[in-house]
């Protein structure tokens, strides 16, 4: 009976630790938002295959997410879909982002998908 209460009072605290460390390393995530303007605006074949070729930045270690995709047409003035894609990926940590810039995987997409299709970036990093 001792041993049972103290097993749950162990798995108690260690559950309470991982929320606790869970709750810290969201603090330092970085959220990092990019909006993608193309060449050749509302071109679907051009969106699509960025934001297939941008699946790629999920194995850069340090991302924790991507989501991806086109804007969506909103008649509201306060919604801007002039863009054609975007990404959102999440981070660990500002390190995460800064070696993401370098990072082989991230540079490739730059050159053989963006710099073709793309007229311009804009970008957003969150905290």
């Not at 193309?38 to 991302?63: F, H, N, R, Y």
Request: charged fraction near 20%; charge should be neutral.
């Amino acid at each position: 009976m001792l041993q049972r209460c103290l097993l749950t009072l162990v798995i108690a605290v260690l559950l309470a630790l991982q929320v606790q460390s869970a709750a810290a390393a969201a603090n330092q995530t970085i959220e990092h938002i990019v909006i993608i303007w193309l060449k050749q605006p509302g071109i679907e074949d051009a969106q699509d295959t960025i934001i297939k070729a941008s699946q790629a930045l999920k194995t850069i270690p340090g991302v924790l997410a991507l989501k991806s995709g086109k804007a969506v047409p909103s008649p509201r003035n306060i919604v801007d879909s002039s863009f054609d894609v975007a990404l959102i990926i999440s981070f660990i940590d500002q390190a995460a982002l800064d070696a993401y810039l370098t990072h082989p995987v991230h540079l490739q997409l730059l050159e053989e998908t963006m710099k073709p299709l793309v007229d311009r970036i804009r970008v957003y990093d969150l905290k």
